[in-house]
Structure formats: structure tokens, C-alpha cells
Nanobody
Framework: QVQLVESGGDLVQPGGSLRLSCSAS????????MGWYREAPGNQREWVAQ????????????NYADSVEGRFTISRDNAKNTMYLQMNSLEPEDTAVYYC?????????WGQGTQVTVSS
């Protein structure tokens, strides 16, 4: 079992920045990739970004949705069991509930979500 808790969501003006955090606990050693999805009102849940495990001392591989490429940066600190999503140049279209996920032994675990609202 893996437990995930997101934090960092807030109200921010267009062009602003936020950093989301996702803290993991439980069977952490079995986690492979992690990432973020978001869900805006009336829309389906949308994949945002993914970061690999960085095994064997290698750097974590990252992937981004086209809509956030160049504006968002995903990272993970395995020593702190925490994943981050740095969001810059935020747009009203980024308004959504952001969910982190972790894949462990074929099962995907989800956090409870954190609200990000981009509005003037």
C-alpha cells in the first residue's frame, strides 16, 4: 500500500507560479514512476506530467503534456519521499484539481487532490 498526500494548491493570478508537493508513505521502495493528473470542472481527468524512478543512480526521466511543456517542471526527492510540480506562467486554463499518482507493483495509487485556481 502507498499513501499520497498533495499540498500547495492555491489561488494565483495569471502569469504567477505555484509549487505542488506530493508526499508518499507506506511501501515506498516499490514505487516506480510517479506523476500528476488534473481535472477541471466538466472535463475528464487529464495527464500532466510523469517522472521515472531514477534507478541505478541515473537521472529521473520526465515527460510532459504538450499543454504544460516548458512551463511546468516535475521532480522527485527520494530522500524526502516527495514529488514536486513547479508550475510557472500559469494560465486560467490550468485551473483544476491536481492529483498525484504513484505506480507500485502494477497498482496505481492516488492522492486526494489539491485545488489550483488561476484567476485575476
Amino acid at each position: 500500500q502507498v499513501q499520497l498526500v498533495e499540498s500547495g494548491g492555491d489561488l494565483v493570478q495569471p502569469g504567477g507560479s505555484l509549487r505542488l508537493s506530493c508526499s508518499a508513505s507506506g511501501s515506498i521502495a516499490s514505487i516506480t514512476d510517479m506523476g500528476w493528473y488534473r481535472e477541471a470542472p466538466g472535463n475528464q481527468r487529464e495527464w500532466v506530467a510523469q517522472v521515472g524512478s531514477g534507478d541505478s543512480g541515473g537521472s529521473d526521466s520526465t515527460n510532459y503534456a504538450d499543454s504544460v511543456e516548458g512551463r511546468f517542471t516535475i521532480s522527485r526527492d527520494n530522500a524526502k519521499n516527495t514529488m514536486y510540480l513547479q508550475m510557472n506562467s500559469l494560465e486560467p486554463e490550468d485551473t483544476a484539481v491536481y492529483y498525484c499518482y504513484a505506480r507500485s507493483m502494477g497498482t496505481i495509487y492516488w492522492g486526494q487532490g489539491t485545488q489550483v485556481t488561476v484567476s485575476s
